[in-house]
T-cell receptor, first 111, second 108 residues
């Protein structure tokens, strides 16, 4: 099973508050992991990807950061949320022939 | 010009109709994905294609690498097929580049 667990499903946070979204994966070890964001009415945008523990690549400059403290754990964080951070956040994994598997997503509303 | 373009952006069909969604791209790829996103937001991977044609139930996906074009067909469409269908390109490093999506509504 290449299951991805992502939580919470929805989150409402005030501007300036911190954020931590967690994604854990099952299945084979050392998967490539990704954080994507979908702003309202727009397509998916890659935020971060990781090819291994402690290895994070950022695709766009932003108010967010990512960490991979364990092989199967990928965390998206912010110290101070902005209104523009609102959106739908998806964790995903890829492994060769398995293709892509997506988590169920977190809908974040910053108020 | 975007690397991947989908058409149409919106599509409304009557139950039972044959539906085609198109995806054109301008870069070299190793594979192309068709994804389905339901209103709640969750995404399901339908197909991963690098050549030819794949079929799963009422869904058929084709790709022409030379023409840089892929199509997703839904036969005998049903209201539960209503969703956003997204074409995504897989290039180097396993990262995906996404199309803007096609919003499909199938009316009973």
């Amino acid at each position: 099973s290449q299951t991805i667990h992502q939580w919470p499903a929805t989150l409402v946070q005030p501007v300036g508050s911190p954020l931590s979204l967690e994604c854990t994966v099952e299945g084979t070890s050392n998967p490539n992991l990704y954080w994507y964001r979908q702003a309202a009415g727009r397509g998916l945008q890659l935020l971060f990807y990781s090819v291994g523990i402690g290895q994070i690549s950022s695709e766009v400059p932003q108010n967010l950061s990512a960490s991979r403290p364990q092989d199967r754990q990928f965390i998206l964080s912010s110290k101070k949320l902005l209104l523009s951070d609102s959106g739908f956040y998806l964790c995903a994994r890829s492994e060769g022939a398995y293709g892509y598997t997506f988590g169920s997503g977190t809908r974040l509303t910053v108020v | 010009k975007n690397e991947v373009e989908q058409s149409p952006q919106n599509l409304t069909a009557q139950e039972g109709e044959f539906i085609t969604i198109n995806c054109s791209y301008s870069v070299g790829i190793s594979a192309l994905h068709w994804l389905q996103q339901h209103p709640g937001g969750g995404i399901v991977s339908l197909f991963m294609l690098s050549s030819g044609k794949k079929k799963h139930g009422r869904l058929i996906a084709t790709i022409n690498i030379q023409e840089k074009h892929s199509s997703l067909h839904i036969t005998a469409s049903h209201p539960r097929d209503s969703a956003v269908y997204i074409c995504a390109l897989k290039a180097a490093g396993n990262k995906l580049t996404f199309g803007g999506g096609t919003r499909v509504l199938v009316k009973p």
